[in-house]
């Protein structure tokens, strides 16, 4: 096997987190920034793990990008793919949560410096030696950050590049979900390693009339052939189809307060651990896809028991803990 220099590299979005913490009813507004952003996300969880990263993106040269660059290299994620850039400004989301800590975004992300990525900034060496390209749904809702993640998804085919999507879906930054429902089936073509969340899942195939989450997962999966698929059900935990098997594993019983970053903590473990294969991902056994289901549920859970994304990625001995000492939901 070819020594590559990073186990992942991402494309994608970086922005700040703002998280409110006044109620509707307050006088004042306060807010909490956090770095985040769902591929900064995955490689800061992943990096937590102590797998090598690197991040392919575009930051405003303000007080917040000089923060986020700051942010993800200190967690070991390098970032010398990073532009910064004199002329648009870093994109920003306004998180609020409910009772059950579920989010609530408001993007201002109108031009700003992660909508307008060129093809031309993209450093395809390093896509070159990494042995995982992840990427995500946001940078591909409009030009010319979209023709630039097509861009970087053609080359990591084209040098036999494993390729892993999380989708994360955010309608509201569609122009429409027709664009949307279009441009992420077109991209799943490239794709070996596939996470979505449930709503994301019935987003996909709202063509097949059935509610079964299986039968959707299979329609998927035999249009694209991924070699490895899992949809995340919230506090149901998730479905793993792996080789025409289904594996289902269950989340772990820790105080919810903020479910942002929950489902990055998720995919970043089941990298992790698809990583750790000595050999091809396609000749897994069955105990070892089960213990990847059982590794991400717990990573999730951990996630939503911590305020923010970065800050709440678990070690690896945080996991082994988890699955050790905390029961089932």
């Given at each position: ?38 591929p900064a996300n995955v490689l800061a969880g992943l990096s937590k793990l102590e797998k090598k990263t690197a991040f392919i993106g575009k930051v405003g040269r303000d007080i917040f990008g000089r923060f986020l660059v700051n942010a993800i290299s200190s967690v070991g994620v390098d970032v010398s793919g990073m532009i ?149 059900r919230g506090d149901k935990g998730s479905i793993v189809l792996y080789r025409d098997t289904f594996y289902k594993a269950g989340t772990y019983d820790l105080q919810k307060v903020d479910t942002t970053g929950a489902g990055d903590a998720y995919f970043a473990a089941t990298l992790n651990k698809l990583l750790e294969v ?52």
């Amino acid at each position: 096997m070819i020594e590559k220099k990073y186990d992942v590299i991402a494309l994608g979005e970086c922005l700040v987190d703002f998280l409110t913490e006044s109620k509707p009813q307050d006088s004042s507004l306060n807010l909490k920034g956090n770095p985040g952003g769902a591929p900064a996300n995955v490689l800061a969880g992943l990096s937590k793990l102590e797998k090598k990263t690197a991040f392919i993106g575009k930051v405003g040269r303000d007080i917040f990008g000089r923060f986020l660059v700051n942010a993800i290299s200190s967690v070991g994620v390098d970032v010398s793919g990073m532009i910064m850039s004199e002329d648009y400004l870093t994109t920003l989301a306004m998180v609020a949560l409910d009772d059950s800590a579920d989010r609530e975004f408001s993007f201002y992300r109108d031009n700003t410096a992660d909508v307008m990525l060129q093809t031309s900034e993209i450093d395809y060496e390093k896509i070159r030696q990494s042995r995982i390209f992840h990427f995500g749904s946001v940078s591909m809702t409009t030009d010319p950050a979209r023709t630039a993640t097509f861009e970087a998804l053609k080359y990591a085919m084209n040098n036999n590049i494993l390729i892993s999507c999380d989708i994360n879906l955010r309608r509201f930054l569609w122009p429409n979900l027709d664009d949307a429902r279009l441009n992420i089936m077109n991209s799943l073509e490239f794709v070996d390693i596939l996470k979505l969340s449930e709503e994301e899942l019935f987003f996909l195939t709202d063509a097949i009339s059935k509610d079964d989450i299986e039968e959707k997962m299979r329609f998927l999966q035999n249009r694209f052939e991924f070699t490895y698929f899992a949809v995340t059900r919230g506090d149901k935990g998730s479905i793993v189809l792996y080789r025409d098997t289904f594996y289902k594993a269950g989340t772990y019983d820790l105080q919810k307060v903020d479910t942002t970053g929950a489902g990055d903590a998720y995919f970043a473990a089941t990298l992790n651990k698809l990583l750790e294969v000595e050999n091809e991902i396609d000749g897994m056994s069955e105990a070892y896809v089960r213990l990847i289901s059982d590794y991400s549920n717990a990573a999730g859970s951990l996630a939503t028991s911590v305020y923010g994304a970065i800050p709440a990625m678990p070690t690896h001995q945080e996991i082994e803990e988890c699955i050790r000492t905390i029961p089932r939901l």
